[in-house]
Structure formats: structure tokens, C-alpha cells
């Protein structure tokens, strides 16, 4: 009997796959027949790809352009998203008022919504998983005085803390990770610890401001997972590939999928919520720090994220930056949910239902009409000292770097005023209260002096 090799396995429409060498030493050590191969190879087979929909299922659009520079914006966020909507595994979705495109057609905009069924998508999360604001009431605390002491304590740009002002990572989470099997890293869990009580970069921000209502003073944090939960995306995006190319080659790399009913499925979305476990621990030592240095006891705490995956029994809604309003995606209420917009403008407390338009969530922020880089460019006839001082006029911003990024100013985003009256309009939510700006710290351009920078001029020198 000639020996069978994978190119027999091909012709009889198999796909290459680790099994194949398995399946040929069998086939050739047992000298099997043409039957006795067919009958062999029935565990192998695989089951017919799965399609993208004929049409993109339906979408609700909660945007529109208020002026010129929104039409280009608009009209690419329409187009992704009808790409988007043709995934095998999504039943429908919506694009808030802040909408923005994130990359080529077919990726999920920042502002997105979407609904898949029995599947989580790592590429609607992307790296910055659980990307998230908490707000801390200090009473009556002098602003100027909570934004100095925040200033001591938080730590933005690259990398983690250095050693030695490293903040605590709880045991408990330590040794949940070690669980996990998507999680059960060393090096992973070593840079969680080090990413304790970090803010990384871009539009990361700590702000302090005065409720509107009562006239206290409120400090909010915004910033996702960091290391940890780059580490696990770029690791669910491997998986969800792996299924892609065997269930659905014609899904776009972006929008792969990993089944919720396999095994990886469920240990994928027990690693999410641990992630989420850490960024609100990661969250709470900043906070926490800052009050006890100032010895004021907290009368109040909100968070929420706006970039995660929340399951309503087999439905798994992904918010690519939108604010979940619905009870039911928060196994931890803590209160309303905050939207804040750029550093010149309130951070919004809101409070809202699942209604006919929103599927359950509202907007995140002000969102882009346009890149950083594309900003930058339109505003190089003035000094950065100049830009610096005209949008902030009146507040306390700070940069970690002490470079200024002037791609974070207030200009660099969508006009608060419009992404507002679109919540009205479309009645997304209820605005509770305001937190009115009193000051802000964000990373600063972190390219300037990047630490490669440094390295690369001493070896010129």
C-alpha cells in the first residue's frame, strides 16, 4: 500500500492542522483502506464555515454631523459599522454621539455597540480593556489642595511604578489570576503589581472639579487595565483567530470571535472579569491614597466602565467606548454613571434606561472628529505655548511629562455642546449633576523624551 501523506488529506477536503501528522502515522501504521480512511477522518472533519450575513443586520444611529468638519466623520463611522453589522455572530447594534472610526471599514468605531450571540470578541474591547471612570466625593476639600495631593501620588506615562513606590495588588487577585489560565503568567502578574495605581497615556486624565449641586469636591479618574489587560487581549485575539480560521475564514481578523460555550470561552470571560477586578482595584489605590493623605473620609463613590463586554444570559454586548445605563451589565452598583467630555468641560453624572434607541448604553465622552496627528498639523501656525494658554484659560491643567500634548486640549475633541444636545435629542440619559472643572492632569506628551529617545541621542554623543 502506498503511504497516505497530507496532500491525500487535502484532496479528500481536509484543512491542515496540527492533527494531520496524528491522523497520518495512524492511516499509514495501520495500512487502512479507502473506507477504513473515510470512516477514520470523520472525527477531523470540520463543519461547513460559517457565512457573514447577506445584508448588515440593523444598527441604531444616534449621531449626526452638526457642522462641516463632522460630515467625513459620520459618514465613515456609517460605513464601518455596516461592515461591521455583517459578523456571523451579531444580531444588532448602535453608534452613540461621539462616535468616531478607529481603523480600516469593518472595525468597531470608538461609540460602538454591538450584540453578539454566544460569542465574545476580543477586537470589540482592543487592548485597553475595562477603559473606565470612578469618581470620589472629598465633601468640601479645597480642589486645589485634592489636585496637589492626587499629583503626588498618581503616575502616568510609560511602564509601571518603579520599585519602591509600587502600590499593593491584592493576594486575593494575585491568587485568582494564578487560576486562570489565560492569566496564570509570572511575568504577566508581575507587571500587574507594577501597573498598580498607573494612568498610562492619551486621553487618561485625573480631574478635579465641584458638583454643580452640592458644591463639593469631586476627583474623577479615567483609564483602563494597562499591561494586564493588553497582555490578555493580545492573547484572547490568538484564540478568537484560531476559531476564525476554522469556522469562519471569511470573518475580518479584527472581528474574530471565541464561542462562549468552549472551554476557552469561559475561561476568556472569567479572565475579563478579573481584569475588570483589577483595573477598579487600580482605580481604588489612587483614590484611596489621596484621601488619606489629605485625612478626609469619602462621602461617595461612583464607577463604571465604558470599554468591556457585558452578558445578558447568551447575549454578550460590546461597548467600544460607551457608558453602560442598565442594572443589569453592573454586578457592582455603585450609583449613577459619569460621561466626561475634555478638560474644559463638566464631567456628566447620568442616570437611564434601555430604551428603543440606545440598547442600554449612552456615550462615553466627546469623542474625535479627527487624529491627533491631523490636529496637531491644523494648529502649527501657533506656539504650543500659545494653544496652551488660549484652552485653558481659567484651569489648573497639568502634564505628568511636563510636555504639553496638545492633541488632549479641548480642541482636539467634538464639540461638547453637540454630543450633548444629541443625548437630549435621542434620549440616551438623564443628566443627574455636573462636575465643573477646576483643574486636570493627563500624561503629556509622552513621546518627547520617551526613555529609546534618551538612549538612541547617548549613543550619538
Not at 496532500?7 to 481536509?14: F, S, T, V
Not at 453578539?116 to 473606565?132: L, Q, R, T
Not at 440606545?358 to 491644523?378: E, Q
Request: net charge negative; glycine share 8%.
Amino acid at each position: 500500500m502506498n503511504t497516505i501523506t497530507g496532500n491525500e488529506l487535502i484532496a479528500l477536503g481536509y484543512r491542515p492542522g496540527k492533527w494531520f501528522a496524528e491522523a497520518l502515522e495512524y492511516i499509514n501504521e495501520n495500512q487502512l483502506n479507502e473506507v477504513q480512511i473515510a470512516e477514520y477522518l470523520e472525527q477531523f472533519k470540520s463543519p461547513e464555515p460559517i457565512p457573514l450575513h447577506d445584508e448588515p443586520k440593523n444598527f441604531i444611529i444616534n449621531i449626526k454631523a452638526e457642522h462641516e468638519n463632522e460630515l467625513d466623520n459620520v459618514e465613515k463611522v456609517i460605513n464601518t459599522m455596516k461592515v461591521l453589522m455583517k459578523t456571523p455572530t451579531l444580531i444588532e447594534g448602535a453608534v452613540m454621539p461621539d462616535a468616531c472610526p478607529t481603523g480600516p471599514e469593518g472595525q468597531i468605531p470608538v461609540g460602538g455597540v454591538v450584540v453578539a450571540k454566544n460569542a465574545i470578541h476580543p477586537g470589540f474591547h482592543s487592548a485597553d480593556i475595562c477603559c473606565s471612570v470612578m469618581l470620589t466625593d472629598f465633601g468640601k476639600a479645597d480642589p486645589k489642595e485634592v489636585l496637589d495631593a492626587a499629583h503626588s501620588i498618581t503616575h502616568f506615562g510609560y511602564g509601571g511604578r518603579p520599585r519602591g513606590e509600587q502600590m499593593p495588588m491584592s493576594q486575593e487577585l494575585m491568587d485568582a489570576f494564578r487560576e486562570n489560565d489565560f492569566l496564570n503568567d509570572e511575568k504577566l502578574i508581575s507587571i500587574a503589581r507594577s501597573h498598580m495605581g498607573t494612568q498610562g497615556d492619551g486621553n487618561h486624565f485625573l480631574f478635579v472639579g465641584i458638583s454643580k449641586n452640592t458644591g463639593n469636591t469631586m476627583m474623577v479618574t479615567h483609564h483602563g487595565s494597562r499591561a494586564p489587560g493588553a497582555a490578555l487581549y493580545d492573547k484572547g485575539m490568538k484564540v478568537a483567530n484560531k476559531f476564525r480560521q476554522e469556522i469562519s475564514p471569511e470573518t475580518l481578523k479584527e472581528n474574530a470571535w471565541i464561542p462562549f460555550e468552549t472551554e476557552e470561552g469561559k475561561k476568556y470571560w472569567e479572565a475579563l472579569q478579573l481584569i475588570r477586578k483589577w483595573t477598579k482595584e487600580n482605580h481604588e489605590s489612587i483614590h484611596n491614597a489621596t484621601l488619606e493623605k489629605l485625612n478626609i473620609e469619602k462621602q461617595n463613590r461612583y464607577w463604571n466602565e465604558h470599554n468591556f463586554v457585558f452578558r445578558d444570559g447568551d447575549l454578550f454586548y460590546h461597548a467600544k467606548g460607551a457608558t453602560p445605563l442598565d442594572d443589569k451589565f453592573l454586578p457592582d452598583i455603585t450609583g449613577p454613571r459619569l460621561i466626561p467630555l475634555n478638560m474644559a468641560e463638566p464631567v456628566l453624572i447620568v442616570q437611564g434606561t434601555t430604551n428603543g434607541r440606545n440598547l442600554g448604553f449612552a456615550p462615553h465622552g466627546a469623542g474625535r472628529n479627527f487624529s491627533r496627528t491631523f490636529h496637531k498639523k491644523s494648529l502649527a501656525h501657533k506656539t504650543i505655548d500659545d494653544v496652551f494658554a488660549e484652552e485653558t484659560q481659567g484651569l489648573d491643567v497639568r502634564f505628568f511629562t511636563n510636555d504639553i500634548d496638545i492633541s488632549e486640549l479641548p480642541s482636539a475633541y467634538k464639540s461638547a455642546k453637540n454630543v450633548r444636545n444629541q443625548i437630549e435629542e435621542y434620549e440616551l440619559c438623564e443628566v443627574l449633576d455636573e462636575v465643573m472643572p477646576y483643574g486636570c492632569i493627563m500624561a503629556g506628551d509622552v513621546q518627547k523624551n520617551a526613555p529609546w529617545k534618551k538612549k538612541k541621542k547617548f549613543k550619538k554623543a
